[in-house]
Every structure is written in structure tokens, then in C-alpha cells.
């Protein structure tokens, strides 16, 4: 199983990003994706859900009306669009899977690095 991050760079505030998560090696039906950050001596924060067939989303407060997650099936992929980006956005982004039922995200990606100039 593995899932793919990518998508990350520098932007100036204001900005946007799309992240991608190609997501293999198994069905992903039933799991609920998530994408995390964990800025500099930070601890790593939840930022968004959602589950497989899309529906369910759940934002952190901090990205609320800015972000959207979405997953596009055919392509086994989970996007992470990022609006009005702003400094303290600033982290590594990590996907991650976990089964609908289990409170733990069995699965993590390798990170990508968003940075966002003030």
C-alpha cells in the first residue's frame, strides 16, 4: 500500500496550491483520507477528511472556507485544493488513510513541503 504525495512549493500569501495524494496497492472504498500538516516545531495538526465516495468532509477551523478536499475515484486519488494561502499555512503536508470505523490512519504518505512567503 502506498500513497503518494505531491503538489507542494513555494507561494507568496494570497495564493494557491493543489496537493495530490495517488493513492495503490489496495481498494480504498470504506477509508476516510485525511491530509495533516505539522509546521517547525509544531505538533502535527488534522486539517481535512473526507471518505471515499466523497461525501463527509470535515475542516479544521483554521482552513474552513479556504481548502477543499475532494477524491477523484477513476484516477485513486485525493486532492487537497488550498485558496488564500497565508504564512502560517507554512508546514509539510501528509495524506493519510484509515479505515471508516478505526481511529487510527494506518496509511501515510511522504510529505510535501508548502511554503507560503508573507
Known amino acids: 500500500v502506498q500513497l503518494q504525495a505531491s503538489g507542494g512549493g513555494l507561494v507568496q500569501a494570497g495564493g494557491s496550491l493543489r496537493l495530490s495524494c495517488a493513492a495503490s496497492g489496495r481498494a480504498f472504498s470504506g477509508y476516510i483520507m485525511a491530509w495533516f500538516r505539522q509546521a517547525p516545531e509544531k505538533e502535527r495538526e488534522l486539517v481535512t477528511t473526507?471518505?471515499?465516495?466523497?461525501?463527509?468532509?470535515y475542516y479544521a477551523d483554521s482552513v474552513k472556507g479556504r481548502f477543499t478536499i475532494s477524491t477523484d475515484v477513476a484516477k485513486n486519488t485525493v486532492y487537497l485544493q488550498m485558496n488564500s494561502l497565508k504564512h502560517e499555512d507554512t508546514a509539510v503536508y501528509y495524506c493519510?488513510?484509515?479505515?471508516?470505523?478505526?481511529?487510527?490512519?494506518?496509511?501515510w504518505g511522504q510529505g510535501t513541503q508548502v511554503t507560503v512567503s508573507s
Open positions: 493519510a488513510a484509515r479505515e471508516d470505523l478505526s481511529p487510527r490512519y494506518a496509511y
Open positions: 473526507i471518505s471515499w465516495s466523497a461525501n463527509r468532509p
